[in-house]
C-alpha cells in the first residue's frame, strides 16, 4: 500500500476522492437528521461551492503535473 502513495499526484487524488465521500456522506447526514431543514437552494450552493473547490483543486493537480521534475533548486 505505501507504495501506491510514492508518487505525490496519486497521494492528491485519493485526498480528492476522500474529501468528495466525506462531501457526500455528510450530506446524507443532512438529509437524514433533518430532512425538512435544508432548502433547493441551499443545497444548490453547497454542491456549487463544492464543484468549484474541486475544479481549483484538479487543476491545481494539473498544473502540479506539467511542472518538469529536473527542476534545478540552485
Do not use: H, K, Q
Request: no cysteine; hydrophobic share 55%.
Amino acid at each position: 500500500m505505501r507504495r501506491l502513495f510514492d508518487s505525490d499526484l496519486v497521494f492528491y487524488a485519493a485526498v480528492g476522492a476522500f474529501t468528495t465521500a466525506l462531501f457526500l456522506v455528510g450530506l446524507a447526514i443532512l438529509a437524514a437528521i433533518n430532512p425538512g431543514g435544508i432548502g433547493t437552494r441551499e443545497l444548490g450552493g453547497f454542491v456549487v461551492g463544492f464543484g468549484l473547490f474541486m475544479v481549483s483543486y484538479v487543476t491545481a493537480m494539473v498544473i502540479y503535473r506539467m511542472v518538469p521534475d529536473d527542476i534545478d533548486a540552485s
